[in-house]
């Protein structure tokens, strides 16, 4: 895939799916509403404020009288995250989007053991970036949930990942466990975990992909850089999803593809039942739209 | 400053410095030693094989029979990197270049006891990029040497990069100490650290600069990110060096700069008692001069 466009041009007509949105009274993500319903990206569910909903809509030109498309649960804001995921957890909809609630409030209400969406495993950030000059575009995880994983965390946030480029038509995705080379070096963990999920990988005990490394950034995603330094690998050079080892790199990583290369994003939270778009109020609204449509590509 | 040729333009003839380069028998570090001469930037001694010297230097066109601005030591590549150490040690050069020898080798010539350049200090690497669409030169420290730095090297880290700002121009440089979010977190070490920091210049025990942390790479580098995040602070959004908390997360923005920002870089090794100039072979000879330009600034 080269674009987060085709995110979209995928998604059109192919699934009908409805995504519930966690008090929806927030005139920028109505806005992403309006655009992906324009779109026909997917139905809609609004929790929250009813008659706060129904005035920032018509702000923003939102038609919430649509018969099927936009489908209105009045409650209070405490109540709102817990009517989305339980809406989800039902089987009513399929994706999850926080609204103008906080984000420790959904995921407690995703982690929650009636009607929420846990399903043993780790939850874990997965971005997506259409990056100006690269041919393809690349996962990044994880940016946002888990602050130094370990081994076995890990192997979830791989498995995770995987999971959504496949729902978004990647095959057999080429993971890179990111490290500052791309030799083992006993002083540097994330090069020996690194090198365990790489033969965990060859073992089958994380399977759908090619996992290799370590492997640093530059040898990740250039051949040329890969090629001189003499790398055999099937992902070097080629890498769709970079796994780094802590939550400073890829939030580091994450803000200087955006800041410095002008990427585009779209991302979504991966390890629960469904998948759960957790957009910030600096995204733009064609960011939340891409998330969504990740979102419901990953969705089963 | 705004562009690394303003490292060239400030220095030209403004002082006669010496450059001790370790077995100069390495075509591309004689092009960039070529470059340099006739940007009048600086004159050299040359260590190695006297003879394969002659042969590239004459290859690429670099006339090493040019009286007092090319002086090569002859002798044997395992004396190479002792021979130009000894040179900056005894005050006849003030910066040493790697040349065709190995990195252990340079640094154990430059830690050596006897005629080396032991400082007391750590040595960190201080990287300094020319970003396009960015307003101004940003360093980052430590790419290379320190690779889960403690407090105590933060601390070395960051005044040694700040010995180089402030040699190539910079007054009381901005540090940003960088962790994923700009608030402390105490499950993450970056933002205690970074909080520290802070504090210790405040304090005076960090001198010459301005250090407020955590803060986010977002926040650090642009002032719309900063504002729409509320955080008062004359480093946000304005960082001259950014401080990262592992070899990972700066190997990762090193080279995020360089192959998605499409970034020039001019680099060296601070924290002994002369600049080093590390250069590898897949530096362009044009990085390879800014580096050296970099390092004659921060010289004493």
């Known amino acids: 895939m080269k674009s987060l466009d ?3 041009t995928n998604l059109k007509h192919q699934k009908s ?20 319903v324009d779109l026909q990206l997917a139905t809609f569910i609004l929790t929250g404020d009813k008659e706060e909903i129904q005035r920032l809509a018509g702000e923003v030109k939102l038609n919430v009288h649509a018969g099927d498309e936009i489908q209105i649960i009045d409650c209070l804001t405490e109540e709102a995250s817990f009517e989305a995921v339980k809406a989800v957890s039902i089987g009513t909809a399929q994706v999850v989007m926080k609204g103008n609630v906080d984000t420790k ?4 209400a995703v982690l ?3 009607d929420g969406l846990r399903t ?3 939850l874990s950030h997965v971005a997506l970036f259409e990056i100006p000059g690269q041919e393809r575009l690349i996962f ?14 890990k192997v979830q946030i791989i498995k995770n990942a995987v999971d959504v480029a496949i729902g978004s038509g990647w095959v057999m995705p080429k993971v890179a466990p990111l490290a500052a080379v791309e030799v083992i070096n006993p002083s540097m963990q994330a090069t020996i975990d690194a090198a365990t999920l790489t033969q965990m990988n060859r073992r089958g005990q994380i399977s759908g992909c090619i996992v290799d490394g370590p492997l640093a950034f530059d040898n990740a995603v250039s051949s040329i850089s890969a090629e001189q330094k003499g790398i055999k690998s099937e992902v070097a050079g080629k890498a769709d999803i970079l796994m780094v080892p802590s939550i400073e790199v890829a939030n580091a990583l994450y803000k200087s593809f955006m800041y410095f290369a002008h990427a585009k994003v779209a991302a979504v939270i991966s390890g629960a039942s469904a998948p759960i778009v957790l957009t910030s109020r600096s995204d733009t609204s064609e960011s939340k739209v891409y998330s969504l449509a990740l979102a419901l590509h990953s969705s089963k």
């Open 140 to 153: 990044l995880t994880d940016s946002a949930m888990n602050i130094a994983p370990n081994l076995e965390e």
């Open 112 to 114: 929650n053991k009636q």
């Open 120 to 122: 043993g495993k780790i």
């Open 6 to 8: 085709e995110l979209i």
């Open 105 to 108: 409030a959904l995921l407690k």
């Open 17 to 36: 799916n409805k995504v519930a949105v966690a008090q929806a009274a927030d005139k920028e993500v109505l806005l992403a509403v309006k655009k992906a």
